[in-house]
């Protein structure tokens, strides 16, 4: 049962485009998203996260939406860089008290320069 | 200020054979998490740990598999009698408090591999 999806394994982007990654879940108690980074053979790196009181969350060139109606969620990067070039996953967590991360599937994004 | 450290990077074993994946969390920190990742597919919670305490071990297999976080030392997430199913990269994180939905940080990974 994959509680958090991110549906497109892939994205492709022109270097200085706006990169959109997806993000969607079926479980309403969710009420705390991130996204991580993570380059192959190393560790998820935390990028920016969202508490879901918010429906936005900017920092730098990344900017985290929420739509808790929808369940969804989506990370804007712009402009996109070469160095961005990574796997993205959207995380989630429940309620207070329950710490584990619940991760979807990733995104491989590739920034074509 | 160094960050999660996981040890070792590597690890190949034989059927039948214990792993131990060792995880010194971040200075400051005392809240482990275990995280396994199979091929191609995202990483799935087994485990969270404060110092000598298991606090959720809900994603943890119910045999062969046990983690600890003792009072001196780093974590470790043990593997007896390895299947080749057990072959998978294994992540650690780390935070400094349960509040306030701290960030968790991640270590590189051990990536363990069973003949």
């Known amino acids: 049962d994959q509680q958090v999806k991110q549906n497109s394994p892939s994205l492709s982007v022109q270097e200085g485009r706006i990169s959109i990654l997806n993000c969607d879940y079926t479980?309403?108690?969710?009420?705390?998203f991130l996204w991580y980074k993570k380059y192959p053979a190393e560790g998820p790196t935390f990028l920016i996260s969202i508490s879901s009181i918010k429906d936005k969350n900017e920092d730098g060139r990344f900017t985290v939406f929420l739509n808790k109606s929808a369940k969804h969620l989506s990370l804007h990067i712009v402009p996109s860089q070469p160095g961005d070039s990574a796997v993205y996953f959207c995380a989630a967590i429940f309620n207070f008290g329950n710490e584990k991360l619940t991760f979807g599937t990733g995104t491989r994004l590739t920034i074509i320069p | 200020n160094a960050g999660v450290m996981q040890n070792p990077r590597h690890l190949v074993r034989r059927r039948g054979q214990e792993a131990r994946l060792r995880c010194s969390p971040m200075k400051g920190h005392s809240h482990v998490y275990w995280y396994r990742q199979l091929p191609e597919e995202g990483l799935k919670f087994m485990v969270y740990l404060q110092k000598e305490n298991i606090i959720d071990e809900s994603g943890m297999p119910k045999e062969r598999f046990s983690a600890e976080f003792p009072k001196e030392g780093p974590s470790i997430l043990r593997i007896q009698q390895v299947v080749r199913g057990d072959s998978a990269a294994y992540f650690c994180?780390?935070?400094?408090?349960?509040?306030?939905?701290?960030?968790?940080?991640f270590g590189a990974g051990t990536r363990l591999s069973v003949l």
């Open positions: 994180a780390s935070s400094f408090d349960r509040l306030a939905k701290n960030i968790q940080y």
């Open positions: 479980n309403s108690m969710f009420d705390y």
